[in-house]
């Protein structure tokens, strides 16, 4: 079974202390040994007040101390001890140095391996009285101070530890706690519920990570929203050329309108929209999954044009639209598929006449800047107040904002923009100088030109 991340971040936290206490009790019991044997060496030189005495009196007899290693210093030294085994150990560990800490007496030592005590007369150091360091505690009660003290020293360790686990666990469940209540909003979204509330944090990362699950929400739940607002829309669009055609075909089965020739042109028209409408829903989905073939070619950009004025020639000539090529090579090529781009150019010129006012202006003109075409189309009018952006949105419909005649699905720019993504262009709207809607596109241009 995995472990929690309370309980990792517990003992984590726990055997870091623990470190930190072995560290601490390394060093303090380093330098407790060091201190105390130097202690109880001091202590050692305290309890040879008469020897110093001694010394003392032989040093003023010549007001000189006798030659190094005499019998008299020796006597001295020894003199005053009882004849114990231990007082005839610790005299011959006494050494004896003069004021300039030469040796007088004794085996020979460095003097960083000596505890020393002044000797003074007349409140002037004459010479020093020392002893080796003492490299272990000695047995009896030093011994068992040190011991106490290291085992002191462990309960206040076990006790420490125990606390230090007890902050552990508490504080990594402080810690945890924003995370398990991001965990349980991410699963309320896991099952569509995208009112949340978040926890509030003082962790920076914590509050970064909160706040990207709020924007999460808001993003899911503006998405769903979209999708309902997306199939609500189609519903309607499939639902008005059904219903027409639901109409007629009840009509024509009660009698009440005859089967001629100007009934079957009028389902026909009917069952034409659906399939158009059908047909462009089938390029978005396709847009959607990335599932768009394109036949990646060199485009001459003014034949293009051409052949799809050619194709609405009609059309146009009906509502007395005037184009405009104001292209001044005829050597740009796109990167384009040619199918692909002729579907782009017959939206493009069918909204604009179904939206243009009557003997409007139609323009279109590019430029090569580096490796990229800017090309753009834009008419006379009339203009848009609203958001450019929002006549890419699928079913978005600008005719109360145009004032134009109402017509189409609203699908030809979403269709539009969906196909230039494609083929790793942009497209955007803005005013034309013109009077009108301005359609603008950054399009790759072909490596070779023909």
């Not at 001694?54 to 005053?80: E, M």
């Not at 490299?135 to 040190?146: D, N, R, S, T, V």
């Not at 009339?382 to 005649?405: K, M, N, T, V, W």
Request: proline residues 3%; contains cysteine; aromatic residues 6%.
């Amino acid at each position: 079974m995995p472990i929690s991340l309370r309980s990792k971040l517990a003992i984590a936290f726990t055997t870091a202390s623990l470190c930190l206490l072995g560290m601490v009790y390394a060093l303090t019991q380093q330098g407790f040994d060091r201190g105390f044997l130097e202690f109880v060496g001091k202590q050692q030189l305290r309890n040879a007040d008469e020897v110093e005495q001694r010394l003392v009196n032989l040093y003023q007899q010549a007001n000189a101390w006798p030659p190094a290693h005499s019998d008299a210093l020796r006597r001295a030294i020894s003199g005053g001890l009882r004849d114990s085994e231990n007082e005839r150990r610790r005299s011959r560990r006494l050494l004896l140095l003069d004021a300039d800490q030469v040796l007088l007496l004794g085996p020979k030592r460095k003097p960083k391996h000596l505890v020393t005590q002044a000797i003074t007369l007349n409140n002037q150091t004459i010479g020093y009285l020392a002893i080796p360091r003492i490299q272990a505690i000695p047995a009896g009660l030093e011994q068992l101070f040190a011991a106490q003290q290291r085992r002191s020293f462990a309960i206040t360790a076990a006790v420490a530890s125990i606390a230090a686990f007890g902050f552990a666990w508490w504080f990594s469940g402080y810690f945890i706690a924003p995370i398990r209540a991001l965990s349980r909003n991410i699963n309320l979204l896991n099952q569509g519920k995208h009112d949340l509330t978040l926890p509030t944090t003082n962790t920076r990362e914590l509050k970064n990570l909160a706040s990207d699950v709020a924007q999460l929400a808001a993003t899911l739940k503006a998405h769903e929203q979209a999708q309902q607002q997306w199939l609500a829309d189609i519903a309607h669009e499939l639902r008005t050329p059904l219903t027409v055609l639901q109409g007629e075909a009840e009509a024509l089965q009660d009698g009440i309108r005859p089967l001629d020739q100007s009934a079957i042109s009028s389902l026909l028209e009917e069952i034409n929209h659906l399939h158009f409408l059908v047909n462009d829903l089938n390029d978005l989905a396709q847009a959607d999954i990335s599932a768009i073939t394109l036949n990646l070619q060199a485009c001459n950009l003014v034949e293009a044009i051409d052949s799809a004025i050619q194709r609405q020639a009609s059309a146009l000539q009906a509502k007395g639209l005037g184009v405009v090529i104001a292209i001044d090579s005829n050597n740009l090529c796109l990167q384009a598929d040619p199918q692909r781009l002729a579907q782009i150019l017959d939206n493009l010129i069918s909204n604009c006449i179904r939206y243009c006012e009557a003997e409007a202006t139609i323009r279109f003109s590019a430029k090569l800047t580096d490796d990229t075409i800017e090309w753009c189309l834009e008419d006379s009018g009339p203009g848009f107040a609203g958001d450019y952006e929002r006549l890419f949105e699928r079913l978005y419909r600008a005719d109360s904002s145009r004032q134009r005649i109402s017509g189409g699905a609203g699908l030809g720019l979403a269709i539009v923009r969906s196909l230039v993504a494609a083929h790793e262009g942009q497209v955007h709207a803005d005013s034309s100088t013109l009077g009108g809607l301005n359609v603008v596109f950054s399009w790759p241009a072909a490596k070779v030109s023909l």
